[in-house]
């Protein structure tokens, strides 16, 4: 925990001597199915009020993605429409030139996002391909959008390269509780997630690290997921929450179930208190949720979103939708107007 910022414990909550809650690293996974049970109102209230002290309650991030190698990938993650261990129909493509992503990133930077986010289906970058990829980063960092990528496991020496050519942020989640990794992913594990994570760190990059929810796993294995994140040694400084996106032919099919939809509010507003500084992205399965559920989430304290028509190989809310929707709520976002 941060010096200064112990307070005494009041009904489960540290406050600093402002009154704020503290940023903590010791939750418990009791803790979070407390707050995830309070009567919603008074969850919301929590989350509001975290969500207040750090932010600005009215702004949303935008990001876009960009699938820079698809396809071919040697993991097994069972939910994943790349993974070479399931026939689900889809093309694998050799890496992007950089001519192509930062055509592309220029057009979504055009289109309103303020990060750009490239993703590669490997296991880990080969000394080759990190080479592209760092050559690609500073480009785009040129275009003044934030740079990120998520490529697989990294050495330290990969991380720091990737720093050197200006990443902002690296994406590695750990998609699940520590409990449920194991039904769904057998080709790495939670620990080799947790040490690529350490070396992104130490190599000065921002983490960006959350999950998805909707596999068939329990209410207690989403905690699980978010007690994991909060008790990392420093916060996400991004956490996307994914919504299964559904892809034919994966292990996940079968167990899939979408979650509820309050319990996702619920959810979201969990991930804000325990996590209150980090920004919250509601990721993929936007396409599954109602605009009444967009705003709850963001209610919540969910502040990001991946905008453009697909993610890396799924489905996403056309940006015209989400400029609309943005605006029914006077919330502001590079997508539909600058915040004031
Ligand atoms: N191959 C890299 C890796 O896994 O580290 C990067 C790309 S991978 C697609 C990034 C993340 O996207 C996964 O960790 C997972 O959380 C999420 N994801 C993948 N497929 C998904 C799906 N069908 N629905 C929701 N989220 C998904
Ligand atoms: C993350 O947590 N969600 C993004 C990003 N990190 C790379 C990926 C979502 C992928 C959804 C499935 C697909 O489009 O293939
Ligand atoms: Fe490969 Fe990433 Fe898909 Fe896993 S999530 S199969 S590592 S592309």
Same mark, same amino acid.
């Given at each position: 925990m941060a010096d200064g910022l112990v307070g005494p414990r009041d009904n489960g909550r540290v406050r600093d001597s402002h009154g704020i809650d503290a940023i903590r690293y010791d939750w418990t996974r009791t803790e979070a199915q407390t707050l995830y049970d309070l009567p919603f109102a008074d969850l919301m209230f929590r989350a509001q009020s975290a969500h207040r002290a750090n932010f600005d309650p009215n702004h949303v991030e935008t990001a876009s993605l960009l699938s820079i190698k698809t396809g071919g990938c040697p993991e097994d993650c069972g939910y994943c429409s790349q993974s070479a261990h399931y026939d689900t129909g889809l093309k694998a493509t050799k890496l992007m030139a950089q001519a192509d992503v930062v055509a592309t990133a220029r057009r979504a930077r055009d289109a309103g996002a303020a990060r750009f986010c490239m993703a590669a289906a490997w296991r880990n970058p080969k000394e080759r391909d990190l080479d592209e990829v760092c050559g690609m980063v500073s480009a785009v960092k040129e275009l003044g959008m934030e740079t990120c990528v998520t490529l697989g496991m990294l050495t330290g020496p990969q991380a720091a390269r990737l720093r050197e050519a200006g990443l902002d942020f690296y994406n590695h989640n750990v998609d699940t509780s520590p409990e449920f990794y194991d039904h769904i992913i057998t080709t790495r594990t939670l620990q080799d997630r947790i040490d690529t994570l350490a070396r992104v760190r130490e190599a000065g990059i921002k983490v960006c690290c959350g999950g998805i929810i909707g #596999? =068939?796993? &329990?209410v207690d294995d989403r905690l699980g997921m978010l007690v994991l994140l909060a008790n990392l040694p420093d916060h996400p400084e991004s956490v996307p929450i994914n919504l299964w996106n559904e892809v034919k032919g994966v292990p996940v099919n079968d167990t899939a179930e979408r979650p509820d939809p309050i319990s996702l509010a619920r959810l979201v507003a969990v991930a804000r208190i325990m996590m209150p500084q980090s920004v919250v992205r509601l990721s &993929? =399965?936007?396409?599954? #949720?109602t605009d009444e559920l967009q705003a709850l989430c963001f209610l919540a304290g969910a502040n990001s979103i991946f905008i453009g028509d697909v993610l890396l190989t799924t489905k996403n809310p056309q940006a015209a939708r989400d400029a609309n929707l943005l605006d029914r709520l006077g919330m502001t976002s590079r997508l539909n107007r600058a915040p004031a």
């Open positions: #596999m =068939g796993e &329990a &993929a =399965g936007r396409q599954y #949720m």
